[in-house]
């Protein structure tokens, strides 16, 4: 479906349309009750937007804006997609409270 919204519509507004899905996702996910209304808001919502508008989106993107260091990009790309969270997540200071 991503593929085909992509192609149909242009990745700029999959981008668009992804990060308002996943954002309103997240804001839902605040006024939820219920473990499987958390469930189905963040599985169907949020991650389908993250994936529509961060993963799939940005890679058209880049693919259609590179044309002779194509692969540099895309595997710069996929490198700093991977690598950033992680960096991300080592850098908080994780402490529990006393």
Same mark, same amino acid.
Do not use: E, H
């Given at each position: ?7 149909? %519509? +242009?990745?700029?507004?999959? @981008?668009? #349309?992804? &990060?308002?899905?996943?954002? /309103?996702?997240?804001? *839902? $996910? ?7 209304? %958390? +469930?189905?808001?963040?599985? @169907?919502? #949020?991650? &389908?937007?993250?994936?529509? /508008?961060?993963?799939? *989106? $940005? ?26 969270? *992680? ?12």
């Amino acid at each position: 479906m991503a593929g085909w919204f992509i192609d149909r %519509f +242009g990745p700029r507004r999959a @981008l668009f #349309v992804g &990060a308002l899905m996943s954002g /309103g996702g997240f804001l *839902a $996910l605040g006024y939820t009750t219920s473990l499987w209304a %958390f +469930g189905c808001i963040y599985l @169907l919502v #949020v991650t &389908a937007g993250a994936n529509l /508008g961060f993963s799939y *989106a $940005l890679s058209t993107l880049i693919n259609n804006w590179f044309y002779r260091r194509k692969a540099l990009a895309m595997s710069v790309f996929q490198a700093v997609d991977s690598f950033l969270p *992680a960096v991300l997540v080592g850098a908080w200071p994780w402490r529990l409270p006393r």
